[in-house]
């Protein structure tokens, strides 16, 4: 089975509005069927990373910040953007190590995800960096105000429990390396 | 432990540029040491759903169609956006049955995750809809080409594995109804 009868056909793009965070491209696109004409917004990152890091002593890093989109706290595994040229990987030791101090360990990439394949082009690859140690101080950015914690995974399933620990991303980073979930449907069909 | 030290105060608040999908806001922000200002965006979105629907023969409803921020096609659960004043389970129920014909079946809440909580404000509304059944055609906008499979969970782990399934908030959905992720760390320190 071919996808033609759902692959849309670009005809043409344009810049949007300037935005921090995003640069926003618009898309002229035909629908496969009705060949009806649609502009469609994408908005270009750079990529996405997120890290589960647990200690020499099994304890995950976690940090707790103040997110400016929902207006309160949230608790999660570090998260961070890519700078211009910068791997994922390096940008993943560098902010694990910026925003909690923690760093060496051994390294396994748990894969990458989408955070929203409709507007976003980038991926979120996620690492999870086992035997990490405080090798030194937090480095923190002057926007910056991040407070870290170091939880066992039944502290965090407590903070996913009583809803401070939300951030999707971060979930599936941490139900990638630990059995966070109780699942509502054993069954495999 | 009072979080004064990582919270930050709101001065101000203005409209940014339009957008389709999201209202731009900017807010001032005075950071909780410095007491230096930033301008922080703000994404505001009506609240998001997904649900993940299994037939009374046990299998996954899952659709697939080109995704315009990825250019490229995805395989997912089910997602939408409520319609102003529409209750989210509404909206569940109302895209399930548009995107696929599915419906019917019994409908558990897998409670809510925040897509991305440093930019957006909305939740994402996670159901269970358990043994549903074809009740009518697919009921498409015409901005949409959706192809509608039903899967095995070996299936969709199939698929995400080969990368054709990797949105982050349809994941997190799949994850909370069946084991899905083979964890790297099965110790529960």
């Known amino acids: 089975m071919t996808n033609d009868s759902i692959r849309w056909q670009k005809i043409a793009s344009e810049p949007g509005p300037e935005l921090p965070l995003f640069k926003v491209r618009y898309d002229l696109l035909r629908h496969p069927s009705s060949g009806e004409e649609f502009r469609r917004m994408v908005l270009e990152a750079p990529e996405w990373v997120n890290v589960v890091a647990t200690t020499t002593e099994g304890q995950l890093v976690m940090v707790e910040q ?3 989109g929902i207006g309160d706290f949230t608790i999660e595994s570090v998260g961070g953007i890519a700078d211009e040229g910068e791997a994922p990987i390096d940008t993943a030791k560098r902010e694990l190590l910026e925003e909690t101090g923690y760093g060496g360990g051994v390294w396994q990439s748990l894969g990458a995800v989408q955070a929203n394949p409709a507007t976003q082009n980038n ?8 035997g990490v140690q405080l090798i030194k101080e937090q480095d923190l950015d002057p926007g910056e105000a991040i407070r ?35 699942y509502v449907s054993g069954d495999n069909p």
């Open 66 to 68: 103040y997110r400016f």
């Open 123 to 130: 991926l979120v690859h996620i690492w999870h960096a086992d």
């Open 148 to 182: 870290v914690h170091l939880m066992s995974v039944d502290q965090v399933k407590e903070v996913i429990a009583d809803g401070r620990f939300l951030n999707v991303i971060a979930l599936t980073a941490v139900a990638r390396a630990y059995p966070i979930w109780d």
